[in-house]
């Protein structure tokens, strides 16, 4: 596989914001890897050998990536915090509905919580718990909820979340402990 600097896929980004099928089609097989390692550390915290679900959201996560053309990529750290938002955002749509259908023609019914169930036993309740902190967090201090947003469902890095919020690396690295603390508190009562 080959690796395109950050320049090479903002570029790739733009061209398929102006309508360049081909860019897309490039760009994929590039961020696969790494927008799949973030849902698998999102999905298995602590477990490996989880592909099913990290596989199912991918695959969910691409279907609602084919209709982001019309989107203004600033750059790679921008599509990978849309990414994170995203992936957030199918997590709890599928915790919220109990139920995901793997993708395909004629397959069969996968639960995703129950697969996950397996890893996270309390997955749909801390998760949808962990959904309504943040949602409290932002209305008290929106970057740091960013900031749990891009690690935990994103799995950016310090350095990549100081790109995207456009702050330093030790914002980022004080936000991430002060919201762990926070969400600790509101999570644990």
Not at 114 to 141: F, G, M, Q
Not at 168 to 182: G, H, I, P, Y
């Amino acid at each position: 596989m080959t690796t395109l600097s950050s320049h090479e896929i903002t570029g790739l980004l733009q061209a398929w914001n102006r309508g360049d099928g081909q860019a897309l089609e490039t760009l994929i097989p590039l961020v696969y890897a790494e927008l799949y390692g973030s849902a698998q550390r999102c999905l298995a915290r602590g477990r490996r050998g989880n592909s099913l679900q990290t596989t199912a959201l991918i695959n969910e996560l691409y279907l609602r990536m084919v209709d982001w053309h019309a989107l203004n990529w600033q750059d790679r750290a921008h599509f990978y915090a849309i990414c994170a938002t995203q992936m957030r955002r199918i997590l709890i749509d599928l915790f919220r509905a109990g139920q995901f259908q793997k993708r395909g023609g004629g397959a069969e019914r996968v639960s995703l919580h129950s697969s996950a169930a397996a890893v996270w036993p309390d997955a749909k309740k801390d998760l949808l718990a962990i959904d309504e902190a943040l949602k409290r967090l932002t209305a008290v201090d929106e970057r740091k909820s960013r900031v749990v947003e891009l690690r935990f469902f994103g799995g950016l890095s310090v350095k990549e979340t100081a790109e995207v919020l456009k702050v330093s690396q030790e914002t980022v690295t004080r936000d991430w402990k002060l919201a762990k603390a926070w969400l600790l508190c509101e999570l644990t009562g």
